[in-house]
């Protein structure tokens, strides 16, 4: 297209989870062949410096996308630093301009784990339309965006929380139901409609035994590797349980994860369009 896409990823402190997640979207820049650079930063930055160091990348033309990886240090304040990003630039989708657009169905980057969740329904073949989505978890970053995404497509939508009550039998209404809880596990066989699509964003890390035993004990191999490692990453959804119950779901690891960032390279891609005159800037969301 003439034009080699580029992200610049800002990395603030030295959070290891951060350090990782920015690392593997570095490398799928490199996979793809966009330009990609981090910008590391030290723990003590302060707000005014960081918003300067966005400025400056919304200044350079050969920087397409801007990522500031959260969580930022508390004394920093994200949403400022979140607000300074040009929104043309926004390749995470959290500017409220993107948040605006993406709730009232105008074109816009929106937020990439939710827009990978859409990518999956799709690229399995299964129909959102008229189906009924429930949706656990109510954050800016997963939950919302989930639900206005799925409502796009013409599903009917409920969102749920931690004061939500009878979860169970709220989501087990759910044809197509999104565990974005951050607890290891917590959603089991009950809250599992039978046939039901199970999509879990959840990431938890556990350490403790006998939780490995209770969510991967008919997995040997897994305990195998728990017991060498002394840890392993589980979703929101019950392992064991998902297997048995739903009609498809996304594993974790390996499920959601690597598809947050393929749609980052996707949205990053749609940011450069603005670089080629004829295009008439980014695409609608999911195209
Ligand atoms: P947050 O902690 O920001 O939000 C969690 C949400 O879950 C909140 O809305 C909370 O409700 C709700 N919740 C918590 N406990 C319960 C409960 N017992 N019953 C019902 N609802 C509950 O997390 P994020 O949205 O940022 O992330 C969610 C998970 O997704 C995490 O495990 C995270 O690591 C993972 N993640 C994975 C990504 C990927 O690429 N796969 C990308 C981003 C996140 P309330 O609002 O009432 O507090």
């Known amino acids: 297209m003439g034009v080699r896409p580029g992200l610049a990823a800002v990395?603030?402190?030295?959070?290891?989870?951060?350090?990782?997640?920015?690392?593997?979207?570095?490398?799928?820049?490199r996979r793809i062949g966009a330009h990609s650079e981090t910008l590391r930063l030290s723990a003590g930055t302060t707000t005014d410096e960081l918003l300067r160091t966005v400025e400056r990348l919304n200044g350079r033309e050969e920087i397409d996308g801007i990522l500031v990886q959260l969580p930022l240090?508390?004394?920093i304040s994200a949403q400022r630093v979140?607000?300074?990003?040009?929104?043309e630039k926004d390749v995470d989708g959290f500017?409220?301009?993107?948040?605006?657009?993406?709730?009232?169905?105008?074109?816009?980057?929106?937020?990439?784990?939710?827009s990978g969740l859409i990518e999956i329904l799709k690229r399995s073949g299964i129909g959102i339309r008229g189906r009924r989505a429930v949706v656990v978890g109510r954050s800016n970053i997963v939950g919302k965006p989930t639900a206005m995404l799925l409502l796009a497509e013409h599903a009917t939508v409920t969102v749920c929380h931690s004061r939500t009550s009878d979860l169970p039998s709220v989501c087990r209404e759910g044809d197509i139901l999104v565990a974005a809880a951050g607890r290891p596990a917590m959603l089991t066989r009950e809250h599992i409609r039978p046939g039901a699509v199970v999509l879990d964003v959840g990431i938890n890390r556990i350490r403790d035994a006998a939780q490995a035993e209770r969510f991967l004990g008919h997995d040997t191999a897994r305990l195998d590797r728990f017991r060498k490692t002394g840890s392993t990453l589980v979703g929101d959804v019950h392992p064991r349980h998902v297997a048995e119950v739903a009609a498809a779901y996304t594993p974790v690891p390996g499920g959601v994860g690597p598809l947050t960032i393929a749609m980052l390279m996707s949205n990053t891609l749609a940011a450069s369009q603005r670089r080629i005159p004829a295009s008439g800037g980014p695409p609608p969301h999911g195209a």
Do not use: M
């Open 11 to 29: 990395l603030v402190g030295d959070n290891p989870a951060s350090q990782i997640y920015v690392r593997n979207k570095i490398r799928a820049c």
């Open 82 to 87: 979140l607000a300074a990003i040009a929104p």
């Open 95 to 114: 500017h409220p301009v993107n948040v605006g657009r993406l709730v009232s169905g105008q074109p816009c980057l929106a937020p990439c784990t939710p």
């Open 73 to 75: 240090p508390t004394h």
